[in-house]
């Protein structure tokens, strides 16, 4: 039994090598970019819509009104980068149910890039709010000496971040792995069922946390024109 995708070598050739953590991953966003053409190549704005149109209406409608209540506004600019953060952490779980296949999320390289991504963004859409003086001034507050501790902060969220998704999902398999190995069938039948909605959760939890990132570090933006207009 392996504790991550990252020990499976599918394809080596000197140093270059394929293991099953790339390979899924990029069959993930195959499957993705696939599955997102064949969904909106037939868009129709009439009364009559496909079951496929009305499904990706509910889900981005429902991603959407998640944004809008952490951000408390409009927030349109948001809705690709933790979209496409949700769905990917939710197909990487759900496709648990095919044999052979481990979730990318299982392996901590993949949890750590995706923390690294909202790591990025934060600040990025931190300053494309409000500048880049506004955001580095939030560091300095309340008083200068906050600056160490509040990267620190920043660093060690993303860190716990990365690490909650990944023991999460290494957990379920390896709990499946030695139920199956010890107990009769309908117990990991139950456990797999149970690691299906975990993996729902966690993908809902990790885009909700990115959302929280990015909506405080654009809270810096929104004080100031309030501020302003109060005095």
Partial sequence: MEISPDTVILWQWGIFKINKTIAFTWGIMVFLTIGSWLVTRKLSTGTTLSRWQNLLE???KGIYDQIRAISRRESYQYLPFVGTLFLFVMVSNLLTIFPLYEPPTGSLSTTIGLALCVFVATPMFGIMEGGARAYFTSYFKPTFFMLP??????ISRTIALAVRLFGNIMSGSMIGAILLSVVPLVFPVIMKALGLLTGLVQAYIFAVLAMVYIASATQVHKK?????KKA
């Fill in 58 to 60: 509910i889900l981005v």
């Fill in 149 to 154: 501790f509040n990267i620190i902060g920043e």
């Fill in 224 to 228: 100031g024109p309030n501020s302003t």
